[in-house]
């Protein structure tokens, strides 16, 4: 892992590979690491660039002053700065769409291609906004994530079979969320405040002048389908790809499906 001095913490990121610069953003109470296979296969042509959410993987907590995924996109653009990219496309999926549009907007010029990955950059749901802000709460009077919460948390983020499909996947997820304690866990309830919390970019992402792969998990629970034809209806010229048999994090379930995926509208895309 590399580090960025930013705002006085030290944001994480992986730097692998040559060639055209891919920016790839995890899913929230994940990691770098989620995007391995991707890394693996499209690193052979690309460079691909992974940051870590603040209090997610090896980064630092989020600077105080860093209140909002607008605010992060900010400290994404400084990082392609700091790395003398121009140029580079974006990959995100969860909460990395959600700042990557930030990122599009703030600097269109420099984002050559997008790929919104179970996502929805329009407000959270007044129904889901008030069930995560719960348990955001829960989470930081515990200072932990209560068995409850990781019960009910841990099965949205994937297809209804994993269980006999990848139960490997399950289990080290179930794990790195009963691990997460003290001010980490705060720290991580902060940054999910900024996530549900979120603006809504629908009206922005109507100005996208770019090509635009907007993806979903068939079987996506915390975002369904039906968003994902609300961001394609509303990006003109993007394309809409399900994704069979997946969740939320559709690249580890489906990761042979969605790294050919991937390398078919990068190479086309990608500069």
Known sequence: MERFSIDGR?????????GPVVVFGH???WDSAMWAPQVEALSQHYRCIVPEL?????SDTAPEQTRSLGDYAKQIVALMDHLDVEQFSLVGLSVGGMWGCEVVSLVPSRVTSLVLMDTFVGLEPEVTHAKYFG?????S??????EPIVEAVTPLFFARNVEQDNPELVRLFRSKLTGLTGEAAVETARVGRMVFGRRDQMEDIEKFALPVLVAVGQEDIPRPVLESYLMHDTISGSQLVEIPQAGHISNLEQAEFVTDMLKVFLD???K
């Open 54 to 58: 603040w209090a997610h993987g090896e």
């Open 10 to 18: 030290e944001m994480a990121y992986l730097d692998v590979g040559t």
């Open 135 to 139: 348990m955001l709460d829960a989470i």
């Open 27 to 29: 899913s929230y109470l």
């Open 268 to 270: 086309k895309h990608a």
């Open 141 to 146: 009077t515990a200072k932990m994530i209560p």
